[in-house]
């Protein structure tokens, strides 16, 4: 039968665990010198040993020849254990025996001498999961233990565990282990299995599993599934980090500004059902990676991903200033944080990227630049969206809901459409129509727009298109979104780039470019005006 890695290759002895030699040491010298405590506190994340080291204190206080705090692997009381069927060893995982009456049980247990050794010895994983009601048998235990009784209790979250048990315990904390103690020990147990593992594909399996020698082993597992010969290929292929080109995209958009490709990115990602929260957290996670990159020489090693996502990342870190990496990095934790109060997530995304690529930054914050203004109005717009919504009320301009909207503005002098300054927030605007309201964006292709005092005007690139757009229904939201982008109530006028007569009467060429849309061809209708 195949056995997984991690428990094969448990360490049967004190000197076989890695990295927690602090630990190791101490119960080694404890038990050669017939010292040990009566009950022991494990702490530390997942897979560091601390079950491992348990099960060897359990069988070397028992051993029939232990050799220097060691046991000797050989004789009956070792050899049982090592099956993991020695009788005075009673595991008891918390987490599915949490209620009282479990303890009980127990309680009434520790009365009885051991069958065949010196000590009982309880291993209670996952301690913090016990009932309050639990915890008080237990303590009670603990408080008037038989001589014959050893108690070791382990546990992830030690802040769970009530003070009163943990100070009757010695508290033993095994640290994360050491990438390179990880590597070593890959590489040693790679040897033994007759596989071939790369230098860097075990270094890529050390540093994906943060510390924990169990997720190394499992992905090493996992590794052989695919091949026998494991290169970097093998574990990014394993470990389902392989193939994430997009997210790079993304990073390579927003620092050139680009909020449209970011959104195609978005909407690709989320039209093949990404989770648009894992989405935002991996970007958060390659942000920092930028982030760690600028912050000084020697950071590479706390990047855990592939050498040719790590090129990339230089070269971003090298084009960009730290101001805008912390803007992006808040941004981005401020669109987590929305996911959750938001009906549509992907908006939420979508408006972040129109935010990301609209702002300068400093100190990680929105400012100045062409378009300050037009980020801080919509910061304060998003703001105030997010209060409405959270009132449950729809949303209006930036008016206090009981005043009646001001008549739209009138203009002070006549709109030359020939001779403006064109609107440099037009894009991102554009971008969140497209968004909100697509059906109105195609008429919007290549048009322009400008601000004179409170007059807004679009300037549509076709007569064809300005019409269209005006039937539309859509065209009221147009206004709604430029009014909430600035928070502000504008009039708005309405011109092609040729300022035609709009009104003029419909000709029979409009019925033939209706229907030549409807065919999807792209017809350019050249005005005579011009
Ligand atoms: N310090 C370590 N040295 C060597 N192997 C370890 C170490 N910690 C964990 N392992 C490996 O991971 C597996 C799980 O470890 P375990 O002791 O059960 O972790 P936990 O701390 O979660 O109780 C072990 O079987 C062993 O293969
Ligand atoms: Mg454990
Ligand atoms: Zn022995």
Known sequence: MYQALYRKWRPMSFDDVVSQPHITATLKNQIAAGKTAH????????????????RIFAKTVNCLSPRDGEPCLECEICKLADKGVLPDMIEIDAASNSRVDDIR?????????????????????????????????LLKTMEEPPAHVKFILATTEVHKVPETIVSRCQHFDFHRIRTEDIVSRLEYIAQQENLSLHPDAANLIARLSDGGMRDALSLLDQCVAYSEDISLDTVSAAAGIAGRDHLFDILDSAFARDAGAMIRRIDELYAKSKDLSVLCSELITQFRNVMILMSGKGTEDL?????????????????????????????????????????????????????MCSGKAQGGQAVSGASSAAVSALNERLTKLEAAVARGVPAKAGKPANVPPAPPPKPLKKFDPNNYTPLNEWNDILQIINTKVPAIGSFLRNSA?????????????????????????????????????????????????????????????NELLKRAQQANIEVEVKNKKN
Do not use: W
């Open 39 to 54: 009950a022991y506190l494990f702490t530390g994340s997942r897979g560091t040993g601390k079950t491992t080291c348990a």
């Open 303 to 355: 990047i855990v991903c592939l050498p040719e996502e790590l090129e990339r990342l230089k070269k971003m870190a090298q084009n960009t200033d730290m101001d805008t990496v912390l803007f992006f990095i808040s941004a981005l934790q401020s669109c987590q944080e929305r996911f959750s109060r938001s009906p549509n997530k992907c908006i939420e995304l979508e408006m972040c990227a129109v935010r």
């Open 105 to 137: 049980e127990l309680r009434e247990g520790v009365n009885y001498t051991p069958e065949m050794c010196k000590y009982k010895v309880y291993i209670i994983d996952e301690v913090h999961m016990l009932s309050p009601g639990a915890f008080n048998a």
């Open 449 to 509: 727009a400008c601000i004179e005092g409170d007059m807004f005007y679009l300037i549509i690139a076709s007569d064809f298109a300005l019409r269209k757009f005006k039937r539309s229904d859509d065209s009221a939201k147009l206004k709604q979104i430029v009014n909430d982008y600035y928070g502000k109530n504008f009039g708005f006028m309405l011109y092609s780039s040729h300022d035609a007569d709009i009104e003029d009467q419909d000709n029979p060429i």
